[in-house]
């Protein structure tokens, strides 16, 4: 039986630390998951859900409650995520450059033919991961965890018409990826394949 | 009506394959509604057609993977575990502090009334000493 996570919450909130420790059990995985997408690798994912069960721990009292707990935390996790990707782009700036071109795996499969038997879990997730962070942030909280756009925007700091335009980029970038089509295909591209 | 005709200008211009393309992401979870120019084209040409199915499937994808937990490493539970242990233990640490620190200054201030009244009833005793000593003599 899955746990009472706002009974969790209400004794939480009283101050029972151990009703909190439930709470992080019972929602470490989701959160872990999250984080790892938002950040690509397991090392900041670590450090991401640490850091985000802190700072919900000691805002558990600002908590309303009329959002589940789960949405709260995925915006918590969010925010870490993104103050931590800004953190390395101090140091990597070409991690959140929108325009960085991910590797090209899509040789030797027939996307239309994959599609007839239903999408490959690892081949969405892996073309996930080659997006750019600040793409990737956007699509994986909205078409993945179904937050608004306005949380989104505010989460990661930027303007709700700024979340809605990589959006879309970064639905445009996984539909090229995974459904490549031949206007898809540079001009150089088709050169080399026919030449080949 | 002139507005019609301005509106029937502005539908006649047929978008092209690439306009609608550009237009497809942001509107495939249908909470955007889209142009009537792009509904149209999208209704009569297969390639648009085809494009959005792809747009639909990769979203359905994408849904899926919410249900998909990643198995974080066996240090990750007790990671955050220790780290909250830790932050509760500084807390708990501050809030002795702030108490100890509220304890002795409310001794200081204690102990200062105390000497403010042992003071004024030495002061009190002695001004009344004075005045009986004349009737001593």
């Given at each position: 039986m899955p746990p009472d996570l706002a009974g969790l919450v209400t004794s939480a909130r009283s101050g029972d630390k151990s009703a909190f420790d439930e709470l992080v059990k019972a929602t470490y995985a989701d959160m872990y998951t999250l984080a790892f997408r938002l950040m690509g690798n397991e090392e900041d994912a670590r450090d991401v859900v640490q850091d985000a069960y802190l700072r919900a721990y000691r805002g558990l009292k600002r908590f309303r409650g009329d959002a589940r707990f789960t949405t709260w935390m995925y915006r918590i996790t969010a925010n870490c995520a993104s103050t931590n990707l800004?953190?390395?782009?101090?140091?990597?700036?070409?991690?959140?450059?929108d325009e960085a071109q991910p590797i090209?795996?899509?040789?030797?499969?027939?996307?239309?033919?994959?599609?007839?038997?239903?999408?490959?879990?690892?081949?969405?997730?892996?073309a996930l991961e080659e997006l750019p962070p600040?793409?990737?942030?956007?699509?994986?909280?909205?078409?993945?965890?179904?937050?608004?756009?306005g949380d989104i925007a505010e989460e990661l700091g930027i303007t709700e018409a700024a979340a809605k335009v990589r959006l879309h980029r970064a639905r445009r970038k996984l539909?090229?990826?995974?459904?490549?089509?031949?206007?898809?295909?540079?001009?150089?591209?088709?050169?080399?394949?026919h030449a080949v | 009506m002139p507005s019609e005709h301005r509106e029937q200008r502005r539908t006649a211009r047929r978008l092209t394959c690439e306009e609608v393309a550009a237009a497809l992401p942001g509107i495939v979870d249908g909470k955007a509604e889209?142009?009537?120019?792009?509904?149209?084209?999208?209704?009569?040409?297969?390639?648009?057609?085809?494009?959005?199915?792809?747009?639909r499937k990769l979203l359905r994808a994408l849904r899926q993977l919410r249900t998909d937990y990643l198995e974080p490493?066996?240090?990750?539970?007790?990671?955050?575990?220790?780290?909250?242990?830790?932050?509760?233990?500084?807390?708990?640490?501050?809030s002795l502090l702030s108490g100890r620190r509220a304890a002795y200054i409310g001794g200081v201030a204690?102990?200062?009334?105390?000497?403010?009244?042992?003071?004024?009833?030495?002061?009190?005793?002695?001004?009344?000493?004075?005045?009986?000593?004349?009737l001593a003599g």
């Open positions: 800004a953190k390395r782009s101090r140091h990597r700036h070409d991690e959140l450059d090209d795996v899509q040789a030797d499969h027939n996307p239309e033919q994959q599609a007839e038997f239903g999408f490959e879990r690892d081949r969405v997730s892996r600040r793409l990737r942030a956007v699509i994986v909280l909205r078409d993945i965890y179904d937050l608004p756009h539909r090229e990826r995974l459904f490549p089509t031949r206007t898809d295909v540079s001009p150089e591209e088709e050169g080399e394949s | 889209a142009d009537r120019r792009v509904q149209h084209h999208v209704a009569s040409c297969l390639r648009c057609q085809a494009e959005l199915v792809h747009y490493a066996p240090g990750v539970l007790s990671g955050i575990l220790a780290n909250l242990e830790e932050a509760g233990e500084r807390g708990a640490i501050r204690v102990a200062t009334a105390a000497a403010g009244a042992a003071g004024t009833i030495v002061l009190v005793s002695r001004a009344s000493a004075r005045r009986r000593m004349p």
